[in-house]
C-alpha cells in the first residue's frame, strides 16, 4: 500500500502531489498500476531527502511486489529500500518492512539462503520494536517450517513467545504457542490442544483478537484431527471454527486498536482466514467422502480467491489455490471426471510455472495426481514414471506412504510385475512397523466409526468379490448393496462399476432375472460415461502431461489426435 506518513520536515508539494496521484491509480477500479508505478519513480525526479528516497523505494517494490509480475524490479527497489532505511535513524517501519518483504520475495524465487540472513539481522536489530519484533520471528519460523526444520522453527518461537511474554503481550504469546504444538508427535497434542483451548477460552482481550486467536487455535486443532483419520471426531470443531470465522467477518480491524504495540501482529488478514476455513472444509469433506460438498466449498473458495488476487499478489494465496486445486482434481478423479481433472492439473502447474517455490513444495503432489490420471485412464507405464519422479521428490512421510501404495497397485494391476512388488513391499515395511496382517473387517469397523465412507465402501466391495469368489453368494450380496449406495452418495464412479458388475454377476448366480438384468443395464451406463469421459480427457493437448517427469513443467502442448491407451480394463 502507498502510505502517505512521511516522516521528514516540510514535505514539498511536488511529493504529496505525486504520492496523491499514486494513491488514486492503486485503488481505482480496475487499478492502474502502470500510471501509480509512474507517479513514484517520478519522484526520483527531485533528488529527494534519504527518508523520502526509502520510502518510495519500498512503496515501488511493494507496489510492484503484490500487483505485477516484474519481480526482479520488485526486487531492486526493496534492496534499496533496505540499505538506504539502515543508515537513518528512527526509521523502523520503513526499514522492517521492507525486510520482511524482501525476504518473502526472495523465498517467492526460491533464494531461501538470502531471505535468512536477512531475517536474522532484522531480527537482531529489532528487539526495540516489538511488533516488528514478533512479526520477524514468525517469518524465519515460518520459512524454517517450509523448509521441515521443526526444530529450529520451534525454538524461534519459543523465543518468541517468550519475548511476548516481556513485553506483556499475552495475544502474540499464545499465538507462538500454538504454532509449537507442530513439534509434537500425535499422541503427545491431544493434551496440549486441551491446554491450549482453555487458556484461548478464557483469555480477555479486544473482540477481533480473541477470535483471531481462536481461528488460528481451531484450524490447528481441526488439521490435526484430520490428520490422525479422525473425521467424524472433528465435526464438532469445524463447526466452531465455521461459526467464529461468521463472528470474525462481521467484526472491523479499528474497531478497537490495542493499546500494546506487540499486540498489533497478526498471524493472518481474516480474508486470508476466510479461505483457509473454505479449504480445511474441503479437506474434511474429501476425506469423509461428502465430495459434492467439496466441490460447493472449493468454488466458494476459489471465487474469493479471485477476488483477493485482483488487488493481492500474497505467495499464501497462491499456495491456498494450488491446494484446494490438490483436493477437487482427487474428487474429479473419483467422480469420473478425468479431462476437467486434467485441466485443473494443467493450472496447477502454470501456478507452480509462476513461482519457482510454490513448485519445489508442490512438485512430488503434481507428479502424484498425475500418476492418479494415468492410472484412471489406463496409462500404467506413465503411471509408474509419474510416482517414482514424485517419490524421488518428496521426503514427507504420509505423502511417501500414499505413493507407494499406488504405485503398488499398478504393478498388481499389470499382473506381471511380482519382484518389483515384493521389493516394494519391503520398503513399506523393512522393520516390521505396521501389522503385517491386515483385516478388511477391521478396516471396515474403523471406517466406519469415523464416516470414512469412500474407505468404507471400498472395504465393502472387496469383501463382497472375496465372498462371491468363495462362493458364499448372500453374504457377498449383503456387502455390494450398502457398498452401492453409498458409493452412490459419494459418488464413487470406480466402486459403482465394480459393485454394479458384481451385482449382476450375483443375481444371475441367485436366478434374479429382473435384478440381474437392472444391474447389467446400471453397469453399462456408467460404462458408457467413462468411455466418453476417457475419449474426451485422451484427446486434450494436457494428456500430454503424462510424459512430463523431470524439470519444471511444460508449458505448451500439442493436440492428441485420439486416445492413446487401453480401454479394456476400465469397462
Not at 203 to 229: C, M
Not at 472 to 478: D, G, P, V
Request: glycine share 4%; proline share 4%; with cysteine.
Amino acid at each position: 500500500m502507498v502510505n502517505s506518513t512521511v516522516v521528514f520536515q516540510a514535505p514539498e508539494s511536488w511529493y504529496l502531489a505525486l504520492l496523491g496521484f499514486a494513491e488514486h491509480f492503486r485503488t481505482s477500479s480496475p487499478p492502474k498500476i502502470r500510471l501509480c508505478v509512474h507517479c513514484l519513480q517520478a519522484v526520483f525526479q527531485f533528488k529527494p531527502p534519504q527518508r523520502v528516497e526509502a520510502r518510495t523505494h519500498l512503496q515501488l517494490g511493494s507496489v510492484l511486489y503484490h500487483h505485477t509480475k516484474n519481480s526482479e524490479l520488485a526486487r531492486s527497489h526493496l534492496e534499496k529500500a533496505w540499505f538506504i532505511s539502515q543508515q537513518i535513524p528512527q526509521f523502523e517501519d520503513v526499514k522492517f518492512e521492507a525486510a520482511s518483504l524482501l525476504s518473502e520475495l526472495y523465498c517467492q524465487q526460491n533464494l531461501v539462503d538470502s531471505a535468512k540472513p536477512l531475517l536474522r539481522k532484522a531480527i537482531q536489530i529489532s528487539q526495540q520494536t516489538p511488533y516488528w519484533h514478533c512479526r520477524l520471528l514468525f517469518q524465519l519460523a515460518q520459512l524454517h517450517t517450509l523448509e521441515k526444520d521443526l526444530v529450529s522453527a520451534c525454538d524461534l518461537l519459543g523465543v518468541g513467545a517468550e519475548y511476548a511474554r516481556v513485553v506483556g503481550s499475552e495475544y502474540t504469546r499464545y499465538c507462538n504457542l500454538d504454532l509449537l504444538l507442530m513439534e509434537r508427535k500425535l499422541g503427545e497434542v491431544h493434551p496440549l490442544l486441551t491446554l491450549c483451548g482453555t487458556i484461548v477460552e478464557n483469555w480477555q482481550g479486544n473482540p477481533i483478537q480473541k477470535e483471531s486467536l481462536r481461528v488460528f487455535f481451531l484450524v490447528l486443532q481441526v488439521t490435526h484431527y484430520l490428520d490422525a483419520g479422525q473425521v467424524k471426531s472433528v465435526k464438532p470443531c469445524l463447526k466452531q471454527l465455521q461459526q467464529c470465522i461468521q463472528t470474525i467477518s462481521t467484526l472491523h480491524d479499528d474497531e478497537i486498536l490495542p493499546s500494546n504495540p506487540a499486540d498489533l501482529f497478526h498471524w493472518l488478514p481474516k480474508e486470508h482466514m476466510c479461505v483457509l476455513v473454505y479449504l480445511v472444509t474441503v479437506m474434511h469433506s474429501m476425506q469423509a467422502g461428502y465430495l459434492e460438498k467439496a466441490q460447493k466449498y472449493t468454488d466458494k473458495a476459489l471465487m474469493q480467491l479471485e477476488k483477493l488476487k485482483m488487488l493481492d499478489s500474497s505467495p499464501i494465496l497462491s499456495t491456498f489455490q494450488v491446494i484446494l486445486l490438490e483436493h477437487i482434481i482427487m474428487c474429479r478423479l473419483v467422480t469420473g471426471h478425468k479431462a476437467t481433472a486434467l485441466q485443473e492439473i494443467s493450472q496447477v502447474c502454470q501456478l507452480c510455472q509462476q513461482s519457482p517455490r510454490l513448485f519445489t513444495n508442490h512438485a512430488a503432489q503434481l507428479h502424484t495426481l498425475l500418476g492418479l490420471y494415468c492410472i484412471s485412464v489406463n496409462c500404467m507405464d506413465n503411471a509408474e514414471a509419474q510416482f517414482t519422479a514424485a517419490l524421488r521428490l518428496t521426503t514427507h512421510q504420509e505423502l511417501w506412504a500414499f505413493i507407494v501404495t499406488n504405485l503398488a497397485s499398478v504393478y498388481i494391476r499389470e499382473g506381471n510385475r511380482h519382484q518389483e512388488l515384493y521389493s516394494l513391499l519391503e520398503r513399506i515395511n523393512p522393520d516390521h512397523n505396521f501389522p503385517v496382517r491386515r483385516f478388511l473387517r477391521e478396516t471396515l469397523k474403523m471406517s466406519n466409526a469415523e464416516d470414512l465412507n469412500r474407505l468404507t465402501a471400498c472395504s465393502l466391495v472387496l469383501l463382497g468379490h472375496i465372498f462371491y469368489v468363495l462362493g458364499n453368494h448372500r453374504e457377498s450380496n449383503n456387502m455390494v448393496v450398502p457398498a452401492m449406495q453409498l458409493a452412490s452418495k459419494i459418488p464413487d464412479m470406480s466402486v459403482q462399476l465394480w459393485s454394479s458388475a458384481l451385482l449382476k454377476d450375483l443375481n444371475k448366480a441367485l436366478g434374479n432375472t429382473i435384478d440381474a438384468h437392472e444391474a447389467a443395464q446400471m453397469h453399462q451406463n456408467f460404462s458408457q460415461q467413462l468411455l466418453q469421459d476417457h475419449i474426451a480427457a485422451c484427446s486434450l493437448p494436457e494428456h500430454n502431461l503424462i510424459s512430463w517427469t523431470d524439470g519444471p513443467p511444460p508449458g505448451q502442448f500439442q493436440a492428441q489426435n485420439g486416445p492413446t491407451s487401453s480401454l479394456a480394463s476400465l469397462l
